[in-house]
């Protein structure tokens, strides 16, 4: 992962991409409707996003921890307190 989060430098061999037919791809902008067509993919139950971890709000410290250990895969989720 590269990019905000993940940071700008990645170590990629190139051989991986092309000799098993993938593409890249990489984007700062889409279009509006792809996003409200996002939402109503999940809406629908048509797409779940992956959750790695829900924390109640009061673990923050925690949850930040987690982030920056990058040892997940998927969403981190804090709560707000009901």
Known sequence: M???IGGPLIALDMRTLYLKGL???G???LPREVFENLVGYIE???I???VSRIYPLADIV???QDFMDKKFVGKLV???AA
């Open 62 to 64: 925690q949850a930040q």
């Open 27 to 29: 984007c700062t902008w």
């Open 78 to 80: 804090l709560l707000p």
């Open 48 to 50: 779940r996003p992956l």
């Open 44 to 46: 629908r139950g048509e």
């Open 2 to 4: 590269a990019g905000a």
């Open 23 to 25: 593409n890249f791809f």
